[in-house]
């Protein structure tokens, strides 16, 4: 069994900050360190849609352009978690972020991720 928990997320007024943690744990999530870990959001009457991939040991990113200089992705192998900090947020933000492990390093489909958190949400005002 396999789990990707969520949290950090809430509301916030435009231009402001938040950072998400997702914490992975399970029997047979033994090596973190060998998926590459992803953030997703969905927002209401919206399809999933990919934020961020982070790599295997933390030096290959990929942002979607909607997010590119705004927001960054880490990880900590060694406590295997993966933070997202989000800057300069906007409405259009506005989503439930979902957090997912996948055992391509550059993924940015959602068919290429085995596990999924259930999702924090997000909610930014103007």
């Known amino acids: 069994q396999v789990q990707l928990v969520e949290s950090g997320g809430g509301l916030v007024q435009a231009g402001g900050s938040l950072r998400l943690s997702c914490a992975a744990s399970g029997r047979t999530f033994s090596t973190f360190s060998s998926y590459g870990m992803g953030w997703f959001r969905q927002a209401p009457g919206k399809e999933r849609e990919f934020v961020a991939v982070?790599?295997?040991?933390?030096?290959?990113?990929i942002y979607a352009d909607s997010v590119k200089g705004r927001f960054t992705i880490s990880r900590n192998n060694a406590k295997s978690t993966v933070t997202l900090q989000m800057n300069s947020l906007k409405p259009e933000d506005t989503a439930v972020y979902y957090c997912?492990?996948?055992?391509?390093?550059?993924?940015?489909?959602?068919?290429?991720?085995?596990?999924w958190g259930q999702g924090t949400q997000v909610t930014v005002s103007s």
């Open positions: 997912a492990a996948s055992r391509n390093m550059a993924a940015r489909t959602m068919p290429a991720y085995e596990y």
């Open positions: 982070i790599g295997w040991t933390g030096t290959s990113t």
